[in-house]
């Protein structure tokens, strides 16, 4: 018999968390515009993942990928091209924009503005301007539902970036994005290990001369582990321990499905000088794209 590919079974990996967690939630996770469609292949058969739930305090927000709780949006980052490095300052910044009392339907827990170019090779040569809101949604202490506390939170962005500076032509700041989500978050124990499911939706548009045209509507889950291997959580940072890891499911118009495993050693800092940083493997799979194999490195100063 032909040995199957690596591939191969990394599909299998990935189409079984995505129903095994659907089999807990009913739904599965991602956040990046897929690219053009394709024909996705049959998702396999499988159990549902055992997931023991808990009754735990209020699902830490924090994630090194959730969105407007990344740890390096809000301090100095060192950025490198292929034709210069330098450090940037901070890209997000909160505001007060609203003024909405506290109320059982909705709270406001973020408002925000981001100074940031769209794409990251656009770094030092465009930028742009977003506004952004973060919200609770119902009650405070959230909705208990058998032994377990759900929280129901959204969030949503809308943004105009220029496209990078051409001779003869000059900038057209006319790339427009609008994202938005809704989603559960509860704690949870995964074995022994304490963990942060998310589950949630979101819908995301963008449209200009330098990205591609799509709207991409996505049911998504994550499990965020903020502490592996027996690491104790962070400092004032968050929560966020030595190692970290996150397992991210999607299923998106089209048929499209996939998702993302990765492993992280940190070392983030909010008092002191130095220099916090986040590392670790990641691996991809996209029913579009396929398997890809990845390397995250993200780094920030701090000068006091």
């Known amino acids: 018999m032909q040995n199957k590919p690596l591939r191969h079974y990394l599909k299998a990996a990935f189409s079984a968390a995505a129903l095994g967690l659907a089999g807990l939630s009913g739904t599965a996770y991602a956040q ?31 994630g090194l990928d959730e969105r407007t709780d990344d740890f390096f949006a809000t301090r100095y980052k060192v950025s490198l091209t292929r034709e210069s490095i330098w450090i940037g300052t ?55 539902l058998g032994s377990t506390t759900w929280h129901v939170r959204g969030g949503t962005f809308v ?6 500076y051409v001779k003869g032509e000059g900038r057209e700041r006319n790339n427009n994005v609008f994202n938005t989500f809704v989603e559960g978050a509860s704690s949870v124990n995964i074995g022994k290990t304490p963990a942060n499911l ?65 492993v992280y050693y940190n070392n983030l800092k909010s008092e002191g000088t130095g220099i916090s940083f986040s590392v670790g493997p990641e691996v991809h799979y996209d029913s579009r794209e396929g398997t890809s194999f990845r390397l995250r490195v993200r780094a920030t100063p701090r000068f006091f």
């Open 32 to 62: 990046q515009t897929p690219p053009p469609a394709t024909e996705p292949e049959a998702l396999p058969e499988v159990m549902p993942l055992p997931v023991a739930l808990d009754t735990a305090p209020k699902a830490d927000r924090r």
């Open 90 to 144: 901070p890209q997000r910044y909160n505001v007060d924009m609203l003024s909405i009392p506290d109320n059982d339907v909705i709270r406001f827990t973020r408002q925000y503005l981001e100074v940031r170019p769209l794409r990251k090779e656009w770094n030092g040569n465009a930028t742009g301007v977003g506004i952004g809101f973060d919200y609770d949604l119902g009650r405070a202490g959230g909705y208990d």
């Open 159 to 164: 943004g105009s970036f220029e496209s990078p």
């Open 198 to 262: 998310i589950v949630g939706a979101s819908f995301n548009h963008a449209a200009g001369p330098h990205i591609d045209r799509a709207n991409d509507f996505r049911l998504y889950q994550q499990l965020n582990f903020p502490a592996l291997f027996g690491s104790s959580t962070g400092d004032a940072a968050g929560s966020i321990g030595r190692y970290s890891g996150a397992v991210q499911t999607f299923v998106g118009d089209n048929g499209s499905y996939g998702g993302k495993i990765g």
